[in-house]
């Protein structure tokens, strides 16, 4: 009994540490403001728009921590945003906790 119940916090504690694993990505499109631009949120909120080159579909990320409300995009859209953070699911969307935010040139 006592080595089933080391196999199972064994287990327990891999399957924890890979959940916490984040993965860091680095993605470039449009950024705009989820409320005034696209209408898919209540308040102004930050999001950034990426095409896919090869389908053409268009994912919206919602640009969640280390932001301030409508920093960048409320008034209008940037384009060629180089965005570097972690993505989540929340409720269905796709939610960016951003380490940096920086305008590409060119």
């Not at 327990?12 to 403001?33: H, R, W």
């Not at 180089?82 to 939610?95: H, N």
Request: net charge positive; with cysteine; charged share 25%.
């Amino acid at each position: 009994m006592k080595k089933l119940l080391i196999i199972v916090a064994s287990i327990a504690l891999s399957f924890s540490l890979y959940a916490a694993e984040e993965k860091v990505v680095k993605l470039t499109g449009t950024g705009l403001c989820a409320k005034c631009s696209l209408n898919e949120t209540e308040k102004c909120t930050n999001a950034l728009q990426v095409t896919n080159k090869k389908s053409g579909k268009v994912r919206t990320y919602l640009l969640t921590e280390n932001m301030e409300h409508g920093k960048f995009f409320c008034k209008g859209k940037t384009e060629n945003l180089l965005v570097t953070g972690v993505v989540k699911r929340e409720d269905g969307k796709l939610m960016l906790i951003p380490s940096s935010v920086k305008q590409k040139k060119g």
